[in-house]
C-alpha cells in the first residue's frame, strides 16, 4: 500500500527565510505532484516530477525527487506573505489499472509572516 | 490546462436524502476521478470513473453509497446517497490524461462544499 507522509505538517515562517518541506512515500512510482491549496479553493497544480533527480523551478518554490531515496522536496526560497496556503504533494500509483490514481500527503499548512 | 467545472458549487443538505454531483471537463480525457476532503483534512480517493462501465471504488467506498456514472470521456456524476453529518466533506472531480494538453498533469475541479444537517 502507497503511503505518503509530509513534513512539517504545519510551517511559520518570516518574510525573506528560506524553508523546505519534504516528502516521503514507500513505493515506487513514476510521478509526483505538488500543488497548492489556498483556503476555500481547489487545488492548483504546481509541479509534476517524472524522473529520478528532477528539478523544477517557478518563481520562489522549486521541487526536486530522488527516487531511490523516494523523496521529493518544495524548498521554497525568501518567502512572501502571497506563499500562505496549504501545500499537498501526492504520488501516482505505478501503472496498470491504478494509472493516474494519486495519493496525497497530509498537507503542509505554510504561514508566512512579516 | 484543463478546465474542470462542477456542479453544484456548494449544497446544504438533509440527512437521509442524496445529491448529486457533475463534473464536466473542456476536453476529452483518459481518466476521471473523485477524491473527498473532509474539513482540514487532506484529499482521500473515492474512486476511478471509467467511460461506459462501472467505476472502480477504493477501499472503504461502496457503489450503493458513492453511485458513479461516466457516460462519455468529458463528463461524471457523483452520488452521494443517505446522506448523514459524516458525509459534509468537499468533492473534488480530477481528470488526467495527454487530452489535457499537458502530458502527466493531473487537475481538479473547484469541488463542491456538501454540508449536511
Known amino acids: 500500500e502507497l503511503k505518503v507522509e509530509q513534513n512539517p505538517l504545519f510551517l511559520s515562517m518570516q518574510e525573506g527565510k528560506n524553508y523546505t518541506i519534504y516528502c516521503n512515500y514507500s513505493?515506487?512510482?513514476?510521478?509526483l505532484y505538488w500543488y497548492r491549496q489556498d483556503p476555500g479553493k481547489s487545488l492548483e497544480s504546481l509541479f509534476v516530477?517524472?524522473?529520478?533527480?528532477a528539478v523544477k523551478q517557478e518563481g520562489r518554490l522549486m521541487a526536486s525527487l530522488d527516487t531511490k531515496a523516494r523523496l521529493s522536496t518544495l524548498h521554497i526560497t525568501a518567502a512572501v506573505h502571497d506563499l500562505s496556503a496549504t501545500y499537498f504533494c501526492?504520488?501516482?500509483?505505478?501503472?496498470?489499472?491504478?494509472?493516474?490514481?494519486?495519493?496525497f500527503g497530509q498537507g503542509t499548512i505554510l504561514t508566512v509572516h512579516p | 490546462s484543463a478546465v474542470i467545472s462542477q456542479k453544484p458549487s456548494r449544497d446544504i443538505c438533509q440527512r437521509g436524502t442524496s445529491l448529486t454531483i457533475q463534473c464536466q471537463v473542456d476536453s476529452q480525457v483518459t481518466m476521471m476521478f473523485w477524491y473527498r476532503q473532509q474539513p482540514g483534512q487532506s484529499l482521500t480517493l473515492i474512486a476511478t470513473?471509467?467511460?461506459?462501465?462501472?467505476?472502480?471504488?477504493e477501499s472503504g467506498f461502496v457503489i450503493d453509497k458513492f453511485p458513479i456514472s461516466r457516460p462519455n470521456l468529458t463528463f461524471s456524476t457523483l452520488t452521494v446517497s443517505n446522506m448523514s453529518p459524516e458525509d459534509s466533506s468537499i468533492y473534488l472531480c480530477?481528470?488526467?490524461?495527454?487530452?489535457?494538453?499537458?502530458?502527466?498533469?493531473?487537475?481538479f475541479g473547484p469541488g463542491t462544499r456538501l454540508t449536511v444537517l
Open positions: 470513473a471509467n467511460q461506459g462501465s462501472e467505476a472502480t471504488y
Open positions: 513505493t515506487t512510482s513514476d510521478r
Open positions: 501526492a504520488v501516482a500509483h505505478a501503472g496498470g489499472t491504478s494509472y493516474g490514481k494519486l495519493t
Open positions: 480530477s481528470a488526467v490524461g495527454n487530452h489535457l494538453g499537458a502530458p502527466n498533469r493531473q487537475f
Open positions: 516530477l517524472l524522473s529520478n533527480g
